[in-house]
């Protein structure tokens, strides 16, 4: 296996067909899906799905995730020699073909997107040497994306680690039951009752979303309330604030306490991990570096607590 053919792969894979592939590649399209061929050939199976959007066969999705931890290795490699340190080597690495950064693919939750992630985000950009690709899932989904090769790296809810990678833990964001004030003066002015959680709406981020439906199932079994979906963690405290719902709001995106707590014992804690692939990457521990700083800072402030 060659890496141009390996690079075709996960361009094919990623851009979901071969003349976006042949655009990021700087090549044409036939000459992408010789490479794919050729490397069909040497591995005897049949890689990809040739429709739109082109898919991997469950043998492509095998071999993706070894592909693309040797492409890092070798674009980093390439950095490297391109390096100041490196300027007075041989000419012809100074002009070797490959990235101006090394692409660093994370996937981490909404809430995190929204709250103690964007100082890690800051600090990897400005670095200089990684171009970051966030990629937002649910926190019990995005171990997932560390099994295919999709991401690198996660931010999730599974601290049992993924095969190949390491876990840490990052630190636990606490979910409270909230409401506005108007919204708890209509909906339950004898208090959040099993009877007023079934007509009051609720607040869901996404069919993912697990946080309301639980809380309800605990106190409320019965109840099959009105929901309101809005899939961005910003819009749906907004949303909550505006009244069209009641919702599990996290400590970070209410911090003055504006909110009306509905109940006090209605609250979920939710531990978050960091999960990384074991390879003796210099940008992979840059980035780890960076989001482990910033949930120190969060749990620091108190707006996180760390256990």
Known sequence: MEL????????VVDHETFEAAAGELHLTPSAVSQRIKALE??????LVRRLKPVRPTPAGESLLRSARQLLLLADEA???LRSPEHANDDAA??????????????????????TWLPPAIREIALGGRIALELRRDDEHATADLLRSG???????ADPAPVQGCSVRPLGTMVYRAKASRAFVDRWFPNGPTPEALGAAPVMQYDRKDSHQLALLARVAPDATPPQ???????????SVRAGLGWGMVPDQQDPDGELVLLD?????ELRLYWQVWTLDSPGL????????????VLAAHGTQREY
């Open 93 to 114: 690495y100074q002009g070797a073909p490959g990235p101006e950064r090394l692409r660093v693919p994370v996937v981490a939750n909404a809430d995190s997107i929204a």
């Open 41 to 46: 050939r040497s591995v005897g199976s049949v």
């Open 4 to 11: 141009d053919q390996l690079r075709a792969l996960a361009a």
């Open 228 to 238: 309101h979906f809005i899939p961005d963690s910003v819009q749906y405290v907004e």
């Open 78 to 80: 390439l950095l490297a």
């Open 150 to 156: 999709d991401a690198v790296a996660a931010v999730t």
């Open 264 to 268: 006090p014992a209605w609250s979920e």
């Open 285 to 296: 521990a840059e980035v780890t570096g960076a989001v482990v700083r910033a949930a120190r």
